[in-house]
């Protein structure tokens, strides 16, 4: 009995919450359709309608069921936007919603909360009814004007509300709840349209990132490669000249032309790595950032998810190099004395990677470009980077990426 | 020789400077971006210019632009062009404005430092020098006549390409002189050119053939 009134109580306590937009809702609806009729002044009439609306979506959004705005992308002329708002299906759902919800619900709300007063004085009537001259109050439709009635009646009707209370309202207000989520929700259509433009959009970064990572890859081998390699060829080539007329001078260009093939290597390891870490292919994603965090300066705990499968390679060639950055920018800017990583497959099928150090914090993309490549290359997976890096408190690496399942 | 060297690639122009020099030749000035060249140029009056084509700001033909706008300035300036990569427009681009002293090489030749050399004064010297990939792109597009020479005589024609005249030619193919000549006169006759002896005529002569 106490839940059932406890409901009753939350249910109109939930109601009564309802009135901040349907109060609104109710003012709008009188205004809105003088407006509509101005087709030009549509997108502007439907912006405080939109703006009610959104309200009642953040109100009505829970975690990981979130409510969002169904609406199509306007386009820039005037006339275009009008065009977009007025054929746009959320345009008229939000009408909708603001007629049932504004009238449908304030109302209700007045009625539920008025339910728990009229219990009240139901079940006093008996007391007051004689005071005043006969047939003044009605219990259940009928004028109370004798004794027999005013002890039964009252109370049935008391009974009646208290009823509707306890079994009806908290029903009646989930019911709102829900239609009012269903008119707000996108529909499947807007919904997928979305998806397509965002990932259109996507698409188009993904390959201009692609193209960037092959030119880089281009430069590096001509201007790096080749030029040590020409520059090997001219010394063994004076060196040959040299060595029939001049021995003494041919050591020397011998011994640089070693050198710079040891140099063209080492070019050629990291333009490798750049591409794709052979450690990855080796040791996998987990083996490959111990390696990475046994090489820094600092004590660096590896936190890589036991139950971590295996990924396609762009991904996991991306997380090694936004833990490689992560870990170099501290080296080289931040001076910790501890940093953690964390990898980790989240519940909704993105791969999260998490680099935190204790150094001074301060970190700044706009001074060099490691940050910026990384944050590219994510995004060309469809993944975001978010860095936190208040000054002395250390700095917070997160990237997240979505790896399917 | 007075030389000025434009090349952005400090490792690649060490190597030139040490190659020129070691031949006994002086490197008066260099460049390493793409607006210093033609002022460098202007400036020193060299006997011969080594240009890459792709110089900074933009890495695309900022060196070939040089080179050709450096003509306009100085006309009968002898040039060496050097690309990362063979380009057959890039070649018809420069060859647009006359094949007297102008050469084409890939950077990768420089390592053949006779070859390197060898070219390099003979574009001074007012003769043409094409990179042996540019000759055989070149080749491959025309077939027909072409079809008639023999391989030796194919050779002798890249090499005429490449802008070597008989005595080097013959010194390339271990031949005489008069065998070459022999070579050269069965050429001209086989794809009815007119039979030319002076070096950048014939080289262009040539081209015109394999361009067309």
């Given at each position: 009995m106490t839940s059932r009134i406890r409901r009753a109580r939350d249910a109109t306590m939930a109601m009564l919450a309802g009135l901040q937009t349907s109060l609104p809702a109710l003012g709008c609806l009188a205004l809105v359709p003088l407006l509509l009729v101005l087709v030009p002044l549509v997108p502007d009439a439907m912006r405080p309608v939109r703006a009610i609306a959104g309200r009642e979506r953040a109100r009505r959004s829970e975690a990981g069921d979130p409510l969002p705005r169904p609406y199509r992308p306007a386009p820039e002329s005037h006339r275009g936007a009008a065009w977009s708002v007025l054929t746009d299906p959320a345009t008229w759902r939000d009408l909708c919603w603001l007629v049932l919800h504004g009238v449908g619900w304030t109302c209700s709300t007045l009625i539920v909360v008025a339910l728990w007063p009229a219990v009240l004085v139901s079940l006093t009537m008996p007391a007051y009814w004689s005071l005043f001259p006969a047939g003044t109050f009605t219990a259940l439709l009928v004028p109370v004007s004798n004794w027999a009635q005013a002890l039964t009646l009252p109370f049935l009707q008391a009974s009646l509300y208290a009823a509707l209370l306890l079994f009806a309202v908290p029903g009646l207000s989930l019911w709102w709840g829900r239609s009012s989520r269903a008119l707000l929700r996108p529909t499947t259509g807007a919904a997928l349209s979305e998806e397509v433009l965002r990932l259109t959009q996507t698409r188009a970064e993904a390959l201009e990132s692609h193209g960037a990572e092959l030119r880089r890859i281009e430069r590096d081998l001509h201007d790096g490669v080749q030029a040590h390699l020409v520059s090997i060829s001219v010394r063994l080539g004076l060196a040959d000249r040299a060595l029939s007329s001049d021995p003494d001078r041919a050591q020397p260009l011998i011994q640089d032309a070693r050198t710079a093939i040891e140099d063209v290597l080492a070019d050629l390891r990291a333009i490798v790595r750049g591409i794709y870490p052979p450690i990855l292919s080796d040791r996998g994603l987990s083996g490959a950032i111990d390696a990475l965090a046994t090489a820094q300066g600092f004590p660096v705990a590896v936190d890589v998810a036991s139950s971590l499968r295996r990924l396609p390679a762009p991904l996991e060639a991306a997380a090694y190099f936004v833990v490689a950055e992560a870990l170099t920018n501290a080296t080289k800017h931040a001076n910790p004395t501890r940093a953690t990583v964390r990898i980790a497959e989240e519940p909704a099928g993105q791969l999260l990677i998490v680099v935190k150090d204790n150094g001074c914090g301060g970190a700044d993309?706009?001074?060099?470009s490691g940050l910026t490549g990384i944050r590219r290359r994510i995004a060309a997976l469809d993944g975001r980077l978010t860095v936190d890096s208040p000054v002395g408190h250390g700095t917070t690496i997160e990237a997240r990426m979505p790896c399917g399942s | 020789m007075r030389i000025v060297i434009a090349e952005d690639n400090a490792l690649l122009r060490e190597g030139l400077v040490m190659l020129t020099e070691s031949a006994g030749h002086e490197v008066v000035a260099t460049a390493v971006n793409g607006p210093e060249i033609v002022p460098t140029i202007v400036r020193h009056r060299p006997d011969v210019a080594v240009i890459d084509v792709r110089m900074p700001p933009s890495y695309s033909d900022e060196g070939l632009r040089a080179a050709i706008d450096a003509r306009t300035h100085l006309p009968d300036l002898p040039i060496l062009v050097l690309s990362q990569y063979v380009e057959q427009a890039f070649a018809r681009e420069l060859l647009a404005a006359g094949a007297q002293g102008t050469g084409y090489l890939l950077k990768d030749r420089i390592g053949r430092v006779e070859e390197f050399l060898d070219a390099l004064e003979r574009v001074a010297a007012g003769g043409t020098a094409l990179d042996p990939d540019v000759v055989s792109q070149l080749m491959g597009r025309r077939r027909g006549p072409l079809d008639t020479l023999t391989p030796r005589e194919r050779e002798v024609l890249e090499l005429m390409a490449q802008g070597l005249d008989n005595p080097a030619i013959a010194r390339r193919l271990v031949v005489t002189e008069r065998a070459v000549t022999k070579h050269t006169g069965n050429i001209f006759r086989k794809l009815a050119l007119p039979h030319t002896d002076s070096g950048h005529r014939r080289v262009l002569a040539v081209l015109a053939y394999m361009n067309a």
């Amino acid at each position: 009995m106490t839940s059932r009134i406890r409901r009753a109580r939350d249910a109109t306590m939930a109601m009564l919450a309802g009135l901040q937009t349907s109060l609104p809702a109710l003012g709008c609806l009188a205004l809105v359709p003088l407006l509509l009729v101005l087709v030009p002044l549509v997108p502007d009439a439907m912006r405080p309608v939109r703006a009610i609306a959104g309200r009642e979506r953040a109100r009505r959004s829970e975690a990981g069921d979130p409510l969002p705005r169904p609406y199509r992308p306007a386009p820039e002329s005037h006339r275009g936007a009008a065009w977009s708002v007025l054929t746009d299906p959320a345009t008229w759902r939000d009408l909708c919603w603001l007629v049932l919800h504004g009238v449908g619900w304030t109302c209700s709300t007045l009625i539920v909360v008025a339910l728990w007063p009229a219990v009240l004085v139901s079940l006093t009537m008996p007391a007051y009814w004689s005071l005043f001259p006969a047939g003044t109050f009605t219990a259940l439709l009928v004028p109370v004007s004798n004794w027999a009635q005013a002890l039964t009646l009252p109370f049935l009707q008391a009974s009646l509300y208290a009823a509707l209370l306890l079994f009806a309202v908290p029903g009646l207000s989930l019911w709102w709840g829900r239609s009012s989520r269903a008119l707000l929700r996108p529909t499947t259509g807007a919904a997928l349209s979305e998806e397509v433009l965002r990932l259109t959009q996507t698409r188009a970064e993904a390959l201009e990132s692609h193209g960037a990572e092959l030119r880089r890859i281009e430069r590096d081998l001509h201007d790096g490669v080749q030029a040590h390699l020409v520059s090997i060829s001219v010394r063994l080539g004076l060196a040959d000249r040299a060595l029939s007329s001049d021995p003494d001078r041919a050591q020397p260009l011998i011994q640089d032309a070693r050198t710079a093939i040891e140099d063209v290597l080492a070019d050629l390891r990291a333009i490798v790595r750049g591409i794709y870490p052979p450690i990855l292919s080796d040791r996998g994603l987990s083996g490959a950032i111990d390696a990475l965090a046994t090489a820094q300066g600092f004590p660096v705990a590896v936190d890589v998810a036991s139950s971590l499968r295996r990924l396609p390679a762009p991904l996991e060639a991306a997380a090694y190099f936004v833990v490689a950055e992560a870990l170099t920018n501290a080296t080289k800017h931040a001076n910790p004395t501890r940093a953690t990583v964390r990898i980790a497959e989240e519940p909704a099928g993105q791969l999260l990677i998490v680099v935190k150090d204790n150094g001074c914090g301060g970190a700044d993309e706009s001074r060099g470009s490691g940050l910026t490549g990384i944050r590219r290359r994510i995004a060309a997976l469809d993944g975001r980077l978010t860095v936190d890096s208040p000054v002395g408190h250390g700095t917070t690496i997160e990237a997240r990426m979505p790896c399917g399942s | 020789m007075r030389i000025v060297i434009a090349e952005d690639n400090a490792l690649l122009r060490e190597g030139l400077v040490m190659l020129t020099e070691s031949a006994g030749h002086e490197v008066v000035a260099t460049a390493v971006n793409g607006p210093e060249i033609v002022p460098t140029i202007v400036r020193h009056r060299p006997d011969v210019a080594v240009i890459d084509v792709r110089m900074p700001p933009s890495y695309s033909d900022e060196g070939l632009r040089a080179a050709i706008d450096a003509r306009t300035h100085l006309p009968d300036l002898p040039i060496l062009v050097l690309s990362q990569y063979v380009e057959q427009a890039f070649a018809r681009e420069l060859l647009a404005a006359g094949a007297q002293g102008t050469g084409y090489l890939l950077k990768d030749r420089i390592g053949r430092v006779e070859e390197f050399l060898d070219a390099l004064e003979r574009v001074a010297a007012g003769g043409t020098a094409l990179d042996p990939d540019v000759v055989s792109q070149l080749m491959g597009r025309r077939r027909g006549p072409l079809d008639t020479l023999t391989p030796r005589e194919r050779e002798v024609l890249e090499l005429m390409a490449q802008g070597l005249d008989n005595p080097a030619i013959a010194r390339r193919l271990v031949v005489t002189e008069r065998a070459v000549t022999k070579h050269t006169g069965n050429i001209f006759r086989k794809l009815a050119l007119p039979h030319t002896d002076s070096g950048h005529r014939r080289v262009l002569a040539v081209l015109a053939y394999m361009n067309a």
